[in-house]
């Protein structure tokens, strides 16, 4: 699949969605498109539905009106559990912190990702190998693979943590990176070389990516940088 | 979704959580353990009090009621209603179909033991635990007319042994009002325990029996002495009881009502298992009480499960939003909590049925050495493997509860995580 042809990794328009019937609406999105392979920053201070839009996105939230298509595939159309293996296949979400399961050993937490999903499982095995795979990133990313390996994920510095999430978003290519406030938890240093090597290696797996801060300052380093309180028209602020 | 690791995170999860983990399945395992401990001598029990007399395919004695017949001509508590006479008992002992006859007779006592007056048919064909045969520790059945044999829990408590020579008193109690003291018997032979009322018995022959009260019933006993009793007719007028052997079991419901439509004297006899199974339904209260409090505290260990779910759930609201994220399914949330919930109970369960066996293998020779209580299967079988899976499934079943409350919050969290 060339890149002229591909799909759009994001593609909405006319988005509405609020938690209850009754209520207003959270989010009113007139449009908002990542082409594949696109680093996008969002900025979003917090009440800006940043959460609620990461919800949409990733098929957890259903949206009251309005399109939704992620790498194509139109996530109205999918059944509640459709769109959880969809995501499982085609999505790495990356969290503010806390991102790995405490009681699994570093290695493990990266293969997940596999265990949930044929689709990237197998995508692991033709780049060498689940484990193969997961080291790579975890190298790529800038840790010792050999050393974090069998490591619990609670005796890494937030930082290496960090990495790690992202070596698991990463696995096993997904088409699109959802990462939610991934550095606030880092200090100056440290997250402009996470920024700079999420990008790296998104390029390197043909992944968009869908950066949300608040911090407008990491704006220049995003191919393109999109304001979520412009762009989203509803009146009444998340509360969450 | 395949190879989805539930059961694998279940475990990992677990794992981390370890100091609990450990304490609940601990909970469960001393609870499934008193639960099969409690099952375990409550069956060896109900057996063995069923199996305190078997081989005899009747019990003939004065009419009563079954269970009283049963009470005092095996289990030597209370006192016949009546005697039955010598007649009687021949008439019965040569009816067809009739292989053997032992009568008993009671009513004399050793320091608080009961006297049996018997024949040496009692060592032949009293049967007890499902066919076996009484064994001698020491010495040899009665057969001369002063020779007694005693049970296990006699000579341990009295500390008699083969060659000791004992007297036997009127009546029960302690101390016997009238002693039979003239005509002491030797001790000849001492039984092996049987967990029956022969523990505690002293046997005797019945010529014996007859001698000592040839003086009169309530007198001080014979003076004659044992040259002069050998020469006289000592068959007895009268029978306390009779067990009644038969060729063929399958006579005894025929022989029964023969014996009990007898017209010259009101006789009842009764099925040893029938009226056994009637007494344990009595005494049986006891026991079924007993399982239904271990049946409570198994759920008492399940719900420590139950806690030890819940009270971790919030702080776990993260982990189901990492799941979450990663592709899980609200219901393989569900599934997880299940999973721990069960697996828990299935370790508590599967150590509590370890601990059980090998302290049972370790107990058995004591028990049945001290109380001749045979325990029945030593080794787990299905009924473990089913109280298991029982234990397991009840555990998963309560893990509904904290695994609907997981599933609530990981549809309402999303991937939203709240701190």
């Known amino acids: ?240 | 979704m395949a190879r989805l690791p539930i059961l694998n995170l279940a475990l990992r999860s677990i794992g981390n959580r370890r100091a609990t983990a450990i304490l609940t399945v601990l909970t469960v395992a001393i609870s499934v353990m008193l639960f099969l401990g409690v099952e375990k001598v409550r069956h060896g029990a109900r057996e063995s009090f069923e199996n305190t007399i078997s081989g005899v395919d009747l019990i003939v004695g004065a009419r009563s009621s079954p269970v009283n017949l049963l009470l005092y001509s095996v289990f030597h508590i209370g006192d016949a209603t009546n005697n039955i006479t010598w007649e009687s008992y021949e008439t019965v002992a040569s009816a067809p179909g009739v292989a053997w006859t032992v009568p008993i007779s009671l009513g004399d006592s050793h320091r608080g033991h009961r006297v049996i007056g018997s024949t040496p048919g009692l060592f032949e064909h009293y049967e007890y635990g499902g066919g076996r045969h009484l064994e001698f520790a020491s010495g040899a059945p009665f057969e001369d007319l002063f020779d007694a044999v005693i049970g296990a829990a006699v000579a341990r408590d009295l500390g008699y042994r083969t060659g000791d020579e004992i007297v036997v008193a009127h009546g029960m109690g302690e101390v016997g009002f009238i002693e039979h003291d003239s005509n002491p018997f030797t001790v000849v032979g001492v039984l092996e325990p049987t967990g029956t009322p022969l523990d505690q018995s002293v046997m005797v022959t019945l010529d014996a029996i007859e001698a000592i009260h040839l003086g009169g019933a309530t007198g001080s006993g014979s003076t004659l002495s044992a040259e002069e009793l050998r020469a006289r007719d000592l068959t007895p007028d009268q029978l306390t009881a009779f067990y009644v052997g038969l060729d063929s079991p399958v006579a005894a419901l025929r022989l029964q009502r023969a014996i009990n439509t007898y017209p010259e004297e009101p006789l009842q006899a009764v099925i040893p298992g029938v009226a056994l199974a009637q007494l344990w339904s009595i005494v049986g209260v006891a026991e079924r009480t007993l399982a239904a409090v271990a049946a409570f505290v198994v759920l008492t260990g399940l719900v420590s499960i139950l806690t030890a779910i819940l009270t971790s759930l919030n702080e776990r609201r993260r982990e189901m939003a990492i799941l979450r994220a990663l592709g899980a399914r609200p219901h393989h949330v569900f599934l997880l909590l299940v999973a721990e919930a069960a697996l828990i109970a299935l370790a508590g369960a599967g150590l509590g049925t370890i601990a059980t066996y090998g302290a049972l293998n370790a107990l058995a020779p004591l028990l049945e050495a001290r109380f001749g209580l045979v325990l029945p299967g030593l080794t787990p079988g299905l009924y473990d493997l089913g109280i298991i899976g029982a234990v397991t499934g009840a555990a998963a079943v309560l893990g509904f509860f904290p695994a609907w409350r997981a599933y609530r919050n990981s549809l309402a969290d999303g991937m939203t995580i709240r701190l």
């Not at chain 1, 009106?65 to 559990?81: F, K, N, P, W």
């Not at chain 1, 990133?137 to 390996?149: I, Q, T």
Request: proline share 4%.
């Open chain 1, 1 to 240: 699949m060339s890149t002229t042809t591909a799909p759009p990794a994001l593609a909405l328009s006319n988005l509405h969605f609020a938690y209850t019937r009754r209520s207003a609406d959270v989010i009113a999105i007139e449009t908002l498109r990542v082409e594949a392979g696109e680093r996008i920053f969002l900025r979003g201070p917090s009440g800006s539905g940043k959460s609620t839009l990461l919800g949409l996105i990733s098929g957890i939230l259903e949206p009251r009106s309005g399109e939704l298509e992620i790498l194509g595939q139109s996530m109205q159309t999918l059944s509640s559990s459709r769109r959880d293996a969809f995501r499982a296949a085609h999505l790495g979400v990356i969290f503010q912190m806390f991102n790995l399961l405490p009681y699994l050993p570093v290695g493990e937490n990266v293969m997940l990702p596999c265990r949930f999903s044929d689709e990237r499982a197998k995508q692991a095995q033709a780049a060498g190998g689940e484990q193969a795979e997961a080291k790579r990133l975890l190298e790529r990313l800038g840790l010792d693979a050999k050393e974090v390996w069998s490591q619990r994920a609670s005796n890494l510095s937030v930082g290496q943590q960090q990495r790690v999430a992202a070596a698991r978003a990463l696995i096993g290519k997904p088409g699109l990176i959802l990462a939610d406030e991934p550095t606030s938890a880092l200090d100056a240093d440290s997250r402009d070389a996470f920024i700079s090597l999420l990008k790296e290696e998104c390029t390197a797996s043909g992944a968009a990516l869908l950066f949300v801060s608040h911090d407008g300052g990491l704006a220049d380093q995003f191919d393109r940088a999109l304001d979520l309180q412009t762009i989203n028209t509803a009146s009444v602020k998340e509360t969450v």
